[in-house]
């Protein structure tokens, strides 16, 4: 009898951490469908070279493949931060998604180039067949080239120490940025 | 009344479905487009199906339904390849695994939980019955009734 009365309040308890809980997630959060699995092979032009290219292109691995496009505000915004990350060492390939690509050579030329190279998807075939379903997201690729992590929306240094860099610990990127400081 | 009825047919999800014209080959592909597109979730805007959504990605989305229509793919393939992008967030009635078989499975636990509350509750009351009256009662409560009653 005693225990009986104390099931409202175990309910109750019970239901206001289910709330809590339900208060820190982000509904918008969409989980990765290809995290583990390798980056989907594709066929399409270099966005500077016209050169036709497939995933094998995308080396050395560890790197980033960032999906921008010159409509997409928030690139523009996360723009220079990879720009400093490709100071640092860290090989970022770019994909140009559902754009026009004489405006993206143009915003390149205008605002600096951080990718080592650009996958020309003018009709978003690559980022469909990766899921993508806006404009900035970054894709963290691993040495044998399985997708490790996706980032939806703008990247910024707390970004990439938060969830990021634990795969871009290699001395190189160390050393690289301990010169950027030391220059500046 | 006519005011209202307006805002009611504004606010039916059918009259905000998008405009386009597919030209299908036949009309069984066209109701299973139909079909399809309002069981695929947009994933950009992530309470509306591809149907209704004006978003970009649900327009791409509906451009591949209906070419893979066209291609003769079957529905359960069709699925396939929108789960293996989107994950089973795509669809609104996800395959049962380990990660949605709460959302499943939800309803009929709670329906069992309510169950047992219930049985407990009637179980309860029976092991309490209503204590019998005496003569002595019986007469006086049929005497108060009696005066009651003309």
Redesign the interface.
Known sequence: MRVKRFIPLAAFALLALLLFKGLSID??A?????LGQPFPDFSQPELMTEEIIGASALRPRPALVNVWATWCYSCRVEHPYLLTLAEQGVPIYGLNY?DDSEKARQWLAELGDPYRLNIADGD?TVG???????APETYVLGPDGVILHRHVGVLDEAVFERDISQWFTTSARVAQAGSVEGGE | MGRLLCALILMSSSAWAVIETYEFSSPDLASRYHLLSQELRCPKCQNQNIADSNAPIARDLRVVLYEQLEAGQSDAQILDFMVARYGQFVRYRPEVDRQTALLWWSPVLLLVLGGFGLAGHFRKKSYHPEPELTAAEREHVNRLLEDRLP
Request: aromatic share 6%; proline share 12%; charged share 20%.
């Open positions: 509904p918008t969409l989980p990765a469908a290809r559902k978003g469909l067949d990766l899921g993508v379903y806006g």
